[in-house]
């Protein structure tokens, strides 16, 4: 998972946690036994984590929003020496991973490139098909990308 995706998980576990919490002390107050306590600061405590784990809630839900309708725009980086470590394809309908896309219609496919970048980082890009096919697992070279697209290949070889 990229880092803007962690940090909108983070939002959105954090405010989930706090909402059900929440809750619960409520679910607690409303029984006839459970109330052997002052209820007033509870419903307080209960009404801060209802408010602030909603707004971190709705913090995430957009967090995430804003990460995948900007996932292809932005700076276009240069990396150089990249390798590529994997080729796959993705069948769009079922989900399933296709290592030979020979035998199945191009429109049904999305196809991906696994790639260390310098410093020995690993990142997934999406890439056209004639990307695709023009590389191999093993490949060396500089890399041209936006987003989470992979837009084109230098072979350094």
């Known amino acids: 998972m990229k880092a803007r995706e962690t940090f909108s998980a983070f939002f959105l576990t954090l405010g989930l946690g ?6 619960m002390i409520y679910l607690e107050l409303a029984r006839p036994e459970g109330a052997y306590y002052n209820a007033r600061p509870a419903e307080d405590i209960a009404a801060w984590l209802l408010v602030g784990g909603g707004g971190l809630f709705t913090a995430g839900v957009f967090m995430l929003l804003l ?3 900007t996932r292809r725009m932005g700076r276009t980086y240069r990396h150089t020496p990249v390798t590529v470590i994997a080729l796959f394809a993705i069948h769009r309908r079922t ?43 093993g490949m060396r070279g ?5 987003g989470d697209q992979f837009l084109s290949f230098r072979s350094l070889s």
């Open 95 to 137: 989900g399933e991973m296709v290592s030979e896309p020979a035998d199945i219609a191009l429109s049904e496919l999305s196809f991906y490139v696994l790639l260390r970048l310098p410093g020995g980082v690993q990142e997934e890009y999406k890439c056209a098909y004639t990307l695709f096919h023009q590389l191999r697992e």
């Open 67 to 69: 990460t995948y309708l």
């Open 18 to 23: 706090s909402i059900i919490y929440a809750l």
């Open 142 to 146: 500089e890399a041209l990308c936006r």
